[in-house]
């Protein structure tokens, strides 16, 4: 039930905000503006995305749940992904590496995201997947940012205990490991862990049946919980 929103922050996704000289500058506050503008949001975040939302206490109290979707608590899981990248490596990312190291177009950029598709999928869903991650919009101001103010630091700030939380990841993701969250302080109550099974990094792909009965389970959470 409700309406569905995607929110691309200034700089980032297909709104790049040509006429701010820097158009990070307001964040999180950006973030704060969409939760207070919606009624009774609930975030979605996937993979960095929901890191941004732990990373960000000020959401505490203005959600009514929380979504993460093959995500990590710090940036541990990182170390996870570059050694799997070396146990497994892929040819065609190495060469389109370095053909964007020579000429850093977004045309370039996307063409390396796409050569790394078999790292994202499971070889069942390899053209999909493909196809996915060729129409993406990426941003390399926004990965740029990031790489060098976020991922390598990232630690969540916040997590919530008074509105249901999903976790859910594929049983197959190689980017984004979930070994952070056995820590004991994430397994609260108000907690539901969702493992998709035959999935890899974007498990709506591989198994979308069994992600949207996870968020039909976690709508009826978030309901039970108004009440």
């Not at 598709?117 to 990031?146: C, D, E, H, M």
């Amino acid at each position: 039930p409700g309406s569905i929103w995607l929110v691309d922050l200034p700089g980032d996704g297909y709104n790049n905000v040509a006429h701010s000289p820097d158009p990070f500058a307001n964040w999180p506050d950006v973030l704060i503006e969409a939760v207070d503008t919606l009624p009774e949001a609930i975030f979605v975040g996937h993979s960095t995305g929901g890191m941004y939302l732990l990373a960000t206490p000020a959401l505490q109290g203005r959600l009514r749940g929380l979504a993460l979707l093959d995500s990590a608590p710090n940036s541990a899981w990182h170390a996870d992904y570059v050694a799997m990248t070396r146990r497994h490596p892929l040819p065609e990312f190495d060469l389109a590496v370095a053909a964007y190291s020579q000429q850093p177009t977004l045309e370039k950029f996307t063409a390396m995201v796409v050569a790394a598709t078999a790292w994202n999928f499971t070889p069942s869903a390899l053209t999909a997947g493909r196809k996915l991650l060729a129409r993406l919009p990426y941003n390399i101001a926004a990965v740029t940012w990031s790489d060098t103010h976020f991922d390598h630091a990232y630690q969540a700030r916040w997590w919530p205990s008074d509105i249901p939380v999903l976790r859910l990841y594929g049983d197959s993701d190689r980017i984004v490991s979930q070994h952070g969250w056995r820590d004991p302080a994430y397994h609260t109550p108000n907690h539901i862990a969702c493992e998709i099974a035959g999935a890899g990094h974007f498990p709506w792909i591989e198994n979308p049946e069994a992600v949207t009965q996870a968020f039909r389970d976690f709508a009826a959470e978030i309901q039970l919980h108004s009440r």
